[in-house]
């Protein structure tokens, strides 16, 4: 990239995204949700299947019935807009939703690459000053609500919003690099 980059400017912006449990009414600005949809358009994929299909809702009545199909949903004030990630069987090769064949197939690299298209947009968001929370769907009752088809999987919803000013916030610490990581094999130390 040209010019000067701050080398802090992304370890700030992913610290900075957190689960948002209470938003308030103001609404996301439609040039704001370009940006987020563009960011999920550019997230890496297996093999660049882009195996996705995103579906905006901001009708308040199927955002309630959403949140409530969601684990945890309920612990959530409803977002000004959901995103649901629609996960395309057909774009998938193998067996179920990973996308490619051999020995490992049964890894759901798919998934993955959802994972990868909801942070994308989540850091977007944030970066654009927007709140979100990640909430996993029912999926009997998200594909019932959405009209997805039976084949296809909604493993992610989205909300969209910004944080109530007095909102509920769980403390945000993580352990120790030296605790999570390991060096050459599970258990070994840096020396």
């Known amino acids: 990239m040209a010019g000067k980059i701050n ?17 308030n009414d103001k609404k996301v600005k439609e040039f704001s949700l370009k940006k987020i949809m563009e960011a999920a358009r550019w ?28 684990n945890y949903g309920d612990f959530h ?9 629609v996960l395309l069987k057909k774009s998938c090769s193998g067996n179920g939703y990973s996308c490619f064949r051999g020995k490992d197939s049964g890894v759901h690299d ?5 994972g990868m298209a909801g942070l994308n947009m989540a850091l977007e968001a944030r970066d654009l000053g927007i709140d979100s929370c990640i909430v996993t769907p029912d999926q009997d009752v998200v594909k019932k609500i959405l009209r997805v ?38 258990g070994g130390k840096n020396e």
Not at 48 to 69: A, C, R, Y
Not at 77 to 84: E, F, Q, R
Not at 110 to 114: G, K
Not at 171 to 177: D, I, M, Q, S
């Open 110 to 114: 798919s998934y993955m690459s959802m």
């Open 7 to 23: 080398d802090n400017y992304f370890l700030k912006l992913a610290k900075a995204r957190k689960t948002t449990y209470e938003f």
């Open 77 to 85: 004030a409803d977002p000004a807009l959901i995103i649901a990630l």
């Open 149 to 186: 088809r039976k084949e296809d999987a909604v493993p992610l919803l989205i909300g969209f919003g910004y944080q109530y000013h007095k909102a509920f916030q769980k403390e945000r610490v993580r352990r120790k690099l030296s605790e999570t990581t390991s060096f050459e094999y599970f």
């Open 43 to 70: 997230a890496p994929s297996c093999t660049n299947i882009q195996p996705w299909h995103f579906i905006i809702v901001k009708d308040g009545k199927k955002i309630t019935e959403l949140m409530m199909s969601a």
